[in-house]
């Protein structure tokens, strides 16, 4: 069964992360899966939350909004704070990031990443994931005390698969998320360990089979992802890159 944009089940979207895309945060990227673009922020703030004071190491936090018009329809600005759904997505993001940090090494400092969706098209909260790494080792690159302090363990980057039509995709756009009968997320380390792997059957149970197959594919994808935040990592004098 051909997928609507032509992609071989085993093919991303095309991805892009363009770092330093606005101003004044200390880290910020635009992470462009396909059609979903996520911008993501980094800010330093040299305390940390009451429950960590004195205890000489750093927080790791996440919050996620969607624009009201990032979908085909207008959705509400979420003015009484987050829903349901974007709180389940920020403590995710927060979780990801925090597996690969070492907080010992941060100091009393707490990073804010701030995710805000700006178009979505499925994949939102692995896009997020995925630019957020990128915008919070750029932040931290910029604090003159860790210049020499390997704060971050590895890299981490998240992405979706699915099953439709008894075929295994990887990266579903959202006419595919909307149909699929398995429908899962998996956040992996640049190690190739688990983070988080969020799976449901939307339509029929699967087997373990099924799982070991979908994690495979999803591990494929993640090592590209990983690969594209190094090669931006590494070349620190250039703002924009695509896998």
């Known amino acids: 069964m051909p997928r609507p944009d032509g992609r071989a089940p085993d093919q991303l979207r095309p991805v892009r992360v363009t770092r330093d895309y606005l101003k004044h945060p200390e880290g910020s990227v635009l992470v462009e899966f396909g059609d979903t673009k996520v911008i993501c922020t980094a800010s330093l703030e040299e305390k940390v939350p009451q429950f960590l004071k004195g205890q ?10 969607m624009l009201p018009r990032a979908t085909n329809t207008r959705g509400n600005r979420e003015n009484r704070g987050p829903s349901g759904r974007s709180q389940e997505i920020q403590r995710l993001v927060g979780r990801a990031l ?6 010992s090494k941060m100091g009393e400092r707490t990073v804010w990443v701030d995710c805000d969706v700006i178009q979505a098209d499925g994949g ?3 896009a997020a994931i995925t630019g957020s790494f990128v915008a919070v080792a750029d932040a931290l690159a ?5 210049a020499n302090t390997p704060v971050l363990r590895d890299c981490v980057a998240a992405i979706s698969v699915g099953v439709i039509g008894g075929q295994p ?8 998320d909307s149909s699929a009968a398995v429908d899962m997320n998996v956040v992996m380390t640049g190690a190739g360990e688990f983070v988080e792997v969020q799976g ?3 339509q029929v149970p699967f087997n373990r089979a099924r799982l070991d197959g979908m994690l495979a594919l999803a591990e494929t994808g993640i090592r590209l992802l990983v690969s594209l935040q190094k090669h931006a990592l590494a070349k620190r004098s250039e703002r924009s890159f695509t896998l």
């Open 142 to 146: 910029r604090v003159p005390a860790l």
């Open 169 to 176: 995709l990887l990266d579903l756009n959202y006419v595919e």
């Open 56 to 65: 000489g190491q750093g927080w790791v936090t996440a919050e996620y909004a």
């Open 124 to 126: 939102t909260r692995t």
């Open 98 to 103: 925090r597996a690969v940090t070492d907080r």
């Open 200 to 202: 449901t059957a939307e």
